[in-house]
């Protein structure tokens, strides 16, 4: 069964940290790894990802997949309040049209 | 608003009844998606259309659950006799073609049955 872990589940930080969220997955026919955040409602994109070790930025945002152990992280850097929401990863899976996500991690960024 | 329009935002019925959610996705999206988002987990996929064909369930569409797109323009999601179980948030996402980037997610319908 296709399966995407994120951790932590929930990260409480200060205003100005840095925080590095973690993605794993196994899937059977990976085509690319996607990130968005939640805030209230619809998720919005972030970044994909689809070959490894090649970094995607995105302003205090930045995004990196490993191929080979299966994993992705998201940095977000110099954080601020606005950044709190939830973070979710998903696998687009070939063939299948449909995203495989994750439980995303609930971050919450204090002033 | 060119975006994924969703309605009802909210959604209350009773155990037992009979709702139906809208989606009218962006325009020249031929493939349209729901999924469902349960309190502390991520969306689950339900169901994936191509223009007006259905072409992938998704095991937890149970035979309560039943999605259309006419004319391949705007979706209808109906779950007959709801369940307690069925308290979530229904996402619906468009996109073109094969471009999976362009999965655009609309704000959702939240159902509560009580």
């Known amino acids: 069964e296709d399966k995407v872990v994120q951790s932590p589940l929930s990260l409480v930080v200060h205003e100005g940290d840095t925080v590095t969220l973690n993605c794993s997955y196994e899937?059977?026919?990976?085509?690319?790894l996607l990130w968005y955040k939640q805030e209230k409602k619809a998720p919005t994109f972030l970044f994909m990802l689809?070959?490894?070790?090649i970094e995607k930025k995105s302003g205090r945002l930045s995004s990196i997949l490993d191929k080979k152990e299966l994993f992705s992280i998201l940095n977000i850097t110099a954080t601020q309040t606005g950044d709190s929401a939830i973070y979710l990863c998903?696998?687009?899976?070939?063939?299948?049209?449909?995203?495989?996500f994750g439980q995303g991690t609930r971050l919450t960024i204090n002033p | 608003d060119t975006g994924v329009s969703q309605n009802p935002r909210h959604k209350i019925t009773k155990r037992g009844q009979n709702v139906t959610f809208r989606c009218d996705p962006i325009?020249?999206?031929?493939?349209l998606y729901w999924y469902r988002q349960t309190l502390g987990q991520g969306p689950e996929f339900l169901t994936y259309?191509?223009?007006?064909?259905?072409?992938?369930k998704s095991r937890l569409l149970s035979d309560r659950f039943s999605a259309e797109r006419p004319k391949g323009s705007f979706s209808t999601l109906e779950i007959q006799r709801t369940e307690q179980g069925d308290s979530a948030m229904y996402l619906c996402?468009?996109?073109?073609?094969?471009?999976?980037?362009?999965?655009?997610f609309g704000s959702g319908t939240r159902l509560t049955v009580v």
């Open positions: 996402a468009s996109s073109l073609g094969g471009l999976d980037y362009g999965y655009t």
């Open positions: 899937v059977t026919n990976f085509r690319s």
């Open positions: 689809t070959s490894s070790g």
């Open positions: 998903a696998v687009f899976i070939q063939g299948a049209q449909k995203l495989v």
């Open positions: 325009s020249e999206h031929n493939r």
């Open positions: 259309f191509q223009n007006e064909a259905q072409l992938e």
